[in-house]
């Protein structure tokens, strides 16, 4: 079976990461793009490993996956998931803290 990569964008509370998985999905609608901020209130270790099952049952089908949302490399190598992916491909997002903080003021929650 071919194993596809996995690319993750992430980066900090306000940096865009929601912005751009709705442009990245017009970009690329061959891939399964998702905002993993969508789920809030649980446990994020056991979140994350259902995005990484997620993103491997989507690549069964020969899809590629785009996960938005806060992840940093350890916690994807500590995945049960990891041998079935390829390679992991990052894009960390980043902003002055002015824009930052400006951009979550106006958030809501």
Same mark, same amino acid.
């Given at each position: 079976?071919?194993?596809?990569?996995?690319?993750?964008?992430?980066?900090?509370?306000?940096?865009?990461?929601?912005?751009?998985?709705?442009?990245?999905?017009?970009?690329?609608?061959?891939? +399964?793009?998702?905002?993993?901020?969508? &789920? +809030?209130?649980?446990?994020?270790?056991?979140?994350?490993?259902?995005?990484?099952? &997620?993103?491997? $049952?989507? *690549?069964?089908?020969?899809?590629?996956?785009?996960? /938005?949302?806060?992840?940093?490399?350890? $916690?994807?190598?500590? *995945? +049960?998931?990891?041998?079935?992916? +390829?390679?992991?491909?990052?894009?960390?997002?980043? /902003?002055?803290?002015?824009?930052?903080?400006?951009?979550?003021?106006?958030?809501?929650?």
């Amino acid at each position: 079976m071919r194993k596809l990569p996995l690319f993750v964008v992430t980066g900090a509370s306000g940096t865009g990461k929601t912005t751009i998985s709705s442009l990245v999905r017009k970009q690329l609608p061959e891939f +399964d793009v998702f905002d993993m901020d969508i &789920i +809030d209130n649980v446990d994020w270790q056991i979140a994350k490993e259902n995005w990484l099952r &997620i993103a491997y $049952n989507i *690549s069964l089908s020969g899809r590629g996956t785009v996960l /938005c949302g806060t992840m940093v490399p350890e $916690n994807i190598t500590s *995945s +049960d998931y990891i041998d079935r992916v +390829d390679r992991i491909l990052y894009m960390n997002l980043h /902003c002055d803290d002015v824009t930052r903080e400006t951009r979550l003021r106006r958030e809501p929650g």
